[in-house]
């Protein structure tokens, strides 16, 4: 009796280490299996590019990251797109997935790297290496894009530098209606590299912008099942649940329903909050730029924030109204 008590306590931990040993020979060749079809993938979407007149190139392009994720790196990639009139060019990039969710897909890429723009600029861009971008596919379609970089810096020769402690960008669908899209857009410290021209008075420092959207059946637009005329036929909204912008004297906070006109103009209604008027009224005065109708505008806003409320303006035709007063064109 005993004996084959023994054996049995030798015999179970004996199994648990031969099925420990199949199935880590069975995850070994799912990876090494996945990581070639990876590759191959890779290969193809490079080939596809070429075929239609686009020019891609790297010096080296590898699968690593055994055992818990599959990282396609890319060293020195290029894509070059005449008919989009656009290029990029990185120093490395790296398409990291881990090896149980290949639909989130996250994207490096460390080092400076060079956008040419459809105008013909070329646009210099580095972040912190910690810095990132996340994708993730639902049934083919990409569905959320989430990009978050510390120590932004961007420039142009023709613009100048452009930097940000921290840039978000946030977008998906919204919860409780899935056509619908939700985006948050964020900076904090945002140097530009000029004065906006007519806004000289509120120097070139974004303290905080924050920016919280909701677009109506954006899915079925991007998707193709809707036309962009459909679209704005059908009267779809834009949301902004929230807006909160710091710079200079300015401090306000809004939220804004409108639809896009003919002319792809914003026509609808912008509920503001503001704060610090009579330093914003100060620094538009010392600028040269008020004008009765700005200075009535301002007063409005500001007598109704004080109370705790917010005012609505008016937007059409390229105008931001308030009391029968135009306040600004654009």
Not at 70 to 89: G, H, K, M, N, Q
Not at 115 to 141: H, I, K
Not at 183 to 212: H, M, R, Y
Request: hydrophobic share 45%; proline share 5%.
């Amino acid at each position: 009796m005993t004996s084959t008590k023994k054996k049995k306590f030798f015999t179970l931990p004996v199994n648990l280490f031969i099925l420990v040993v199949i199935l880590s020979a069975l995850y070994c060749g799912y990876w090494f299996v996945m990581s070639g079809v990876i590759l191959k993938g890779a290969n193809e979407w490079v080939d596809e590019q070429r075929t239609i007149g686009r020019t891609v190139s790297y010096s080296d392009m590898k699968v690593t990251g055994f055992p818990y994720r599959f990282v396609l790196d890319a060293d020195e990639p290029a894509i070059y797109a005449p008919d989009l009139r656009a290029r990029w060019e990185a120093e490395t990039l790296q398409l990291i997935a881990m090896s149980w969710n290949l639909n989130h897909i996250i994207a490096r890429s460390p080092g400076e790297n060079t956008f040419g723009l459809p105008d013909g600029r070329t646009l210099m861009a580095t972040a912190a290496p910690s810095s990132a971008a996340s994708f993730v596919l639902e049934d083919g379609n990409l569905r959320r894009i989430g990009i978050e970089a510390t120590e932004l810096s961007a420039r142009t020769d023709e613009d100048g530098t452009l930097t940000a402690d921290l840039f978000s960008l946030g977008l998906r669908p919204m919860p409780e209606a899935e056509n619908n899209l939700q985006a948050a857009l964020s900076f904090e410290n945002l140097a530009l590299p000029a004065e906006i021209p007519d806004a000289e008075f509120l120097g070139q420092e974004i303290t905080e912008l924050v920016l919280w959207a909701e677009i109506e059946n954006f899915y079925p637009l991007v998707e193709t099942d809707l036309t962009f005329t459909e679209w704005k036929l059908e009267q779809n909204h834009i949301k902004l649940e929230r807006g909160d912008l710091d710079m200079g004297p300015l401090d306000l906070s809004m939220r804004a329903n409108v639809v896009l006109d003919r002319e792809n103009d914003p026509d609808g209604t912008v509920s503001v909050y503001l704060e610090r008027s009579e330093e914003l009224i100060a620094a538009i005065e010392e600028a040269g730029a008020m004008t009765p109708g700005l200075r009535t505008g301002i007063a409005a806003i500001a007598l109704t924030s004080r109370n705790g409320g917010v005012m609505t303006v008016q937007v059409k035709d390229r105008q931001i109204r308030l009391l029968g007063q135009t306040l600004a064109e654009y």
